[in-house]
């Protein structure tokens, strides 16, 4: 079975823009989550998807936003690129509601210049 | 609230050699996972060891284990005859109820040869 798949992998972008990041969970995980990581920050939280509901979100502004489609992938946006947003984000999906074990795509490294 | 607690930043340890990481947590909830996950040098986050709160039993994953101390809140991680590849950083996550997964900063292992 295919894992957690995230496009793209690198991406580069400059202030003020914005950026859409792509998530497809494993087939028949219904749940798809989405971490930032930065060295100073560590792993936060940044919402969570279950059958396209948002069911949680983390405490970041408004700029970052996110969907989830009927397939059960997800995307996720940000606008108004600030140079703090350059990190790497994780996706992550599982089968039920939490708790459930989540498993993670490889990631993609934003970098804002 | 739920938090997680990782007191070694870094770690290093001889290969065949045992080590333990530590971890201590603090949750209310009744029904929660404990996790191991470790992050190698390639980002990609992987499920080490699963946990869950009404088990008594330990956990165990070939040479990994755990020894689950749900009084103390504590969750350590023991990986048996270490080996190169095991050389990641490992973080102990908590997730409750139907709550997001909630990371510790971290433990650095490097195994050297």
């Known amino acids: 079975k295919a894992g957690v798949t995230q496009t793209p992998r690198y991406l580069i972008k400059t202030r003020g823009q914005q950026v859409t990041l792509s998530c497809s969970p494993i087939?028949?995980?219904?749940?798809v989550s989405w971490y930032q990581q930065t060295p100073g920050q560590g792993l936060q939280f940044l919402f969570e998807?279950?059958?396209?509901?948002?069911?949680n979100k983390g405490n970041f502004p408004g700029r970052f936003s996110g969907r989830q489609f009927s397939n059960s992938r997800s995307e996720m946006n940000v606008s108004t690129l600030e140079l703090g947003d350059s990190a790497l984000y994780l996706c992550?999906?599982?089968?039920?509601?939490?708790?459930?074990?989540?498993?993670f795509g490889p990631g993609t490294r934003l970098t804002v210049l | 609230a739920q938090t997680v607690t990782q007191s070694q930043p870094e770690m290093s340890v001889q290969e065949a050699e045992t080590v333990t990481l530590s971890c201590t947590y603090d949750?209310?909830?009744?029904?929660?996972?404990l996790f191991w996950y470790k992050q190698p040098p390639s980002r990609q986050m992987i499920l080490v060891i699963r946990?869950?709160?009404?088990?008594?039993q330990n956990a165990t994953e070939n040479r990994f284990s755990v020894n689950f101390q749900k009084a103390a809140k504590s969750f350590s991680l023991k990986i048996s005859d270490s080996q190169l590849g095991d050389t990641a950083m490992y973080f102990c996550?908590?997730?409750?109820?139907?709550?997001?997964?909630?990371f510790g900063k971290g433990t650095k292992l490097t195994v050297n040869p």
């Open positions: 992550a999906s599982n089968r039920s509601p939490p708790p459930d074990t989540q498993y």
């Open positions: 087939s028949g995980h219904r749940s």
């Open positions: 998807y279950f059958s396209e509901t948002q069911r």
């Open positions: 949750t209310s909830e009744s029904n929660y996972y």
């Open positions: 946990q869950e709160a009404y088990k008594q």
């Open positions: 996550v908590i997730q409750g109820g139907s709550e997001k997964l909630v």
